[in-house]
């Protein structure tokens, strides 16, 4: 390994990429467009609904039947575990259920600063001879745009990292410049390493910027340390890149690139839970999302974004990106080859 | 006496279905520019990427300094291809300096700038630059690493005539330093013009090799007298050896003064006659059946 051919190689291929201005622009705007139109989309609380989760829904008292039976209330059940119960408070600290009820002991859960939460315990206690017990918890409101940004910030890794270095090589190997490349003392490795460090940088620091711009007008959530994040998207870059080489190591065919790296982006795109939870998704599909390097980005940085969870909290998400870098890089390099 | 640079003993390339180099041997000494020519299809490609480095030989030995291609050939090799894409949106001082960290020696860039005249041009991304331009920073880059062996692939194919001319004098330059160059071409005047000694290649196998002045000399005695063909006046030339080419008649002799004067005795004007020696471009017209390019 030549540190000096691999700078050689890592300084080009950044100004390749700052110079393009109309890939750097969209690297950049389109993560900002959509969180824009998110932060638009779901500005109002047009069509609300109170939502009430509700425990041991099956053996409800008959007080609670009454409040059951009330209609424009979303009432869903909720396993009576204690993982599912915590999960479940969690979701009222953050305003995304309005309350929680016990059905079998008429406890409920309401966040003290939610209005909803209010309102909705104002309709509970008006039902005669109640007898509920309260139980409080508080927390700042998560809105949808909090809860969806971790995974537009990881979606927009990924294109980044998939098409950015997967796409690129293709490219170099169909014009010719990798057979060029191979004629000189360059080695699979040096050029493979100076990708990937180059487009590790160019995604953190676009990441970085769309993160703080985007905050700028809507202020999201940022519960946890900006240093656990750093890291889970540069693990995530990371095996995302890895995946890129590993789909570009010998297509000779853009066509063929565009096809396989689309191949693998869609699913992970919508089953990873970047748009919505995967909770009450068929077990089965949440075994498959579990393969995808950006279900465990984005569920990690959801974590510290959101939670503020540590490392030690998120350690098996990075764990599993680690090794699928490790694998990915290992299988992607022997594969490799320039024409 | 110079000694072997590279040696090639016995190589053989096969592809599914196709034998592409067949058993070639070939000795190239310090300082000699050495052209490899041949029709499409005929395998010199083949083997000049196996002479590169680029590809794998199914069989036989390639020696440089006596070793087997290695880091000290990739090291040492300048190499040109035919078709390289260069890195957009880079300059070309860019991508001069870039080539330049690959190697542990380098030529003296500046100079090298120079000599290819690409002083104007440093600045100018490699998207903007003209085919002359593109050949000539192609050039510099094998030569950035100071190479003492320059594989030059077709490196004049498509320039204009002027172009040509000017890239025949820089590898001319080349040569006087005493550098080793391989050089492929379609172009017959290019190779007479710039090569020491020429192989012709067909059917994977070297058919002909020596300077084109052995293989001219050993190939031919006779030489072509050019006449057009609406001169002639339809007078009978079946005993005469003649080939019709753009309107012209090609009367190929030993006989010179025989020739002439049976075109004087059928009253046959001979203000358009022309006489020129054998070419390459006959020598390989007569070694393969195939006219490389009109």
Known sequence: MSFKRFLALFLTRNKEFIRDRSSLSWNILMPVLVVAGFAFAFSGDIGKQFKVAVVNESVTNEQAKEFLKLKHIEFYSVKSTKSEITRSIEKVQRHQVDMLLNAKTNQYWINTESPSGYLVEKILLSLPNNNFEKQTVTGKHIRYIDWVIPGILSMNMMFSALFGVGFVIVRYRKNGMLKRLKATPITAFEYLSAQIASRIILIMVVTAFVFYGTNLFVNFVMNGSHFNLFLVFGLGALSMISLGLVIAARITSEETAGGMLNLFSWPMMFFSGVWFSLEGAAPIMQSIAEIFPLTHVTAAARAVMIDGAGLIDISYHLIILILQSATFLLFGAWFFKWD | ?294
């Open chain 2, 1 to 294: 006496m110079a000694a072997d640079l590279l040696q090639v003993k016995n190589l053989v390339k096969h592809y599914p279905n196709v034998k592409a180099v067949n058993g070639i041997d070939l000795n190239l000494k310090t300082g000699v520019c050495f052209g490899l020519l041949g029709p499409n299809g005929a395998g010199k490609t083949t083997t000049v990427e196996i002479l590169e480095g680029i590809n794998q030989a199914s069989s036989g030995e390639i020696l440089y300094k006596g070793q087997p291609l290695g880091e000290q050939f990739r090291n040492e090799a300048g190499i040109m291809f035919q078709s390289t894409a260069l890195q957009d949106y880079i300059t070309v001082h860019e991508t001069l300096e870039m080539f330049a960290r690959f190697y542990p020696q380098n030529s003296d860039i500046d100079n090298l700038i120079l000599r290819c005249n690409l002083t104007e041009y440093l600045d100018q991304d490699n998207r903007q630059l003209s085919g002359g331009q593109r050949q000539r920073l192609l050039l510099a880059i094998a030569l950035v690493n100071d190479p003492d062996i320059i594989f030059l692939d077709e490196p004049t194919t498509g320039l204009d005539p002027q172009a040509r001319r000017n890239f025949w004098d820089l590898i001319n330059d080349i040569k006087a330093e005493g550098k080793t160059i391989v050089l492929t071409t379609h172009y017959m005047d290019e190779a007479y013009s710039l090569c020491d000694e020429i192989a012709i290649m067909d059917h994977g196998k070297i058919i002909a090799q020596g300077t084109p002045k052995t293989l001219l000399a050993e190939n031919f005695n006779d030489v072509v007298l050019q006449l057009p063909v609406k001169k002639l006046n339809n007078i009978d030339l079946s005993a005469l050896t003649t080939h019709v080419k753009h309107e012209f008649i090609e009367i190929t002799t030993c006989d010179v003064n025989g020739v002439i004067s049976m075109l004087i005795e059928n009253d046959i004007s001979l203000s358009h006659l022309q006489i020129r020696p054998r070419t390459l471009d006959d020598l390989f017209l007569e070694l393969t059946g195939k006219e490389l390019r009109t």
